[in-house]
Each structure stands twice: as structure tokens, then as C-alpha cells.
């Protein structure tokens, strides 16, 4: 006879690998905000940096500005070489100007262009996490389709059992009328011999009879 099929279990590695897989995600968008947020701040500590330097000079330069008629007069020459120095600096500011223009737009296209990364990545998660959702949804219905006929098959097993057990059944009960069929056949067989022997013996009790008649009437 058959065994019984097993059902089979629900599957748990592919919950586990689903979740790996989105936690994979999850970490690569992470590292993508946090390597973004790095960059940010050491182009922030950049600019502070300058301004701080740009701050320093136009001390320096309020410094010297700030010397009084009489030191003047007596420092002209100090003066004169301190406003050289100044327009010097002044000059080397506003040729940067342009660089620092420059860098300041190059941040901000990079920020933007970062912000369009994110939205993007973010776009293909979702799209991702719907596909992985449905997908779900089919593997379940494959589940849900496999333990049907898994418990089919048990039922078509057992009910074959049970067809192979009746037919053994059927098999005994048609042996056992044969060996009946026998035993009656042979009791009929004796039973048809006892009665022709009956028949015999009446017949001669007859014909002793009739010669027993005959020779009382001839007496």
C-alpha cells in the first residue's frame, strides 16, 4: 500500500532572505546619505574656513584704518606700506572672487544633483519592494496551490487504501463462496447418490414385496 504524503512546511528562508535583501538596500541607501552628508559638511567646514580668513583680513584691514592723525604722521611710510599690503590682498580677494563663485555653484549643482541620486534610488526601492511584494503574493499562492495538492494526493492515497483494502476483502469473500460452492456441490453430488440408492432400495423392496404377494396367493 501507499504511504500518505507529507505536507510540506512553510518555507522560512525565503522570508529571511527577502528581508536580507531589503535590508542590503536599506544599508546601501544609508551609506549613500551618509557619504553625501560628509561631503556636505567638509565643503561647509571649507567655507567657513574662508569666510573665516576673509574675516581675519577685513580685521586687519579695519585695524589699519583705525590708526589715529598722529600715528599718521608720524608712521606715513609704515602707512603707506601697510595700505599696499592691503591693496594687495584686496586684489588677490576679488581675483578669487570668481573661484570661490564658482566652487559655492559647484556645491550647489552637486546638492542638487545628490537630491535627484536620493529621489532616483528612493524611486527604484519602492518600484523594488513592489515587485518584492508581489512576488510574495505568488509564492504564497504557490503555497497555498502545493499544500491543495499535497493534501489531494493524501486523500487519492488513502482512498486507494481503502479500494485496495475492499479488494481484498471482495477476493476473500469470492474465495470463501468457492470453497462453499464446493462443499455444496459435493453434498449435492452425495445427496443425488443417496437418493438414487434410495431409489434402488425402494425399487427392490417393491419387487420382494410383489414375489412375497404372488407366493401368498399361490399358497
Known amino acids: 500500500m501507499s504511504q500518505p504524503t507529507r505536507i510540506p512546511r512553510r518555507r522560512k528562508t525565503n522570508d529571511s532572505s527577502q528581508f536580507l535583501f531589503s535590508a542590503l538596500i536599506l544599508v546601501g541607501v544609508i551609506a549613500s546619505l551618509v557619504g553625501m552628508y560628509f561631503y556636505m559638511e567638509e565643503q561647509k567646514s571649507l567655507n567657513e574656513k574662508q569666510l573665516a580668513t576673509l574675516v581675519e583680513k577685513v580685521e586687519v584691514i579695519e585695524d589699519a584704518l583705525s590708526i589715529t592723525n598722529e600715528d599718521s604722521v608720524q608712521n606715513m611710510e609704515t602707512m603707506t606700506d601697510q595700505i599696499s599690503f592691503l591693496d594687495t590682498e ?62 489531494l494526493t493524501n486523500e487519492l492515497n488513502k482512498q486507494k487504501n481503502v479500494a485496495e483494502e475492499n479488494t481484498e476483502a471482495l477476493e476473500a469473500i469470492d474465495q470463501y463462496r468457492l470453497q462453499n460452492n464446493q462443499k ?36
Open 184 to 219: 455444496i456441490s459435493d453434498v449435492l453430488n452425495r445427496l443425488n447418490a443417496l437418493s438414487r440408492e434410495a431409489d434402488e432400495i425402494e425399487r427392490e423392496l417393491r419387487r420382494i414385496n410383489s414375489v412375497l404377494t404372488e407366493e401368498q396367493t399361490n399358497e
Open 90 to 151: 584686496v586684489r588677490k580677494l576679488w581675483g578669487h572672487r570668481k573661484g570661490y563663485l564658482d566652487n559655492f555653484k559647484k556645491q550647489t549643482a552637486s546638492s542638487d544633483s545628490n537630491a535627484k541620486k536620493l529621489t532616483n534610488i528612493s524611486a527604484k526601492t519602492n518600484s523594488l519592494e513592489d515587485r518584492l511584494e508581489s512576488l510574495n503574493q505568488k509564492i504564497e499562492l504557490a503555497e497555498d496551490l502545493q499544500l491543495k495538492i499535497t493534501m
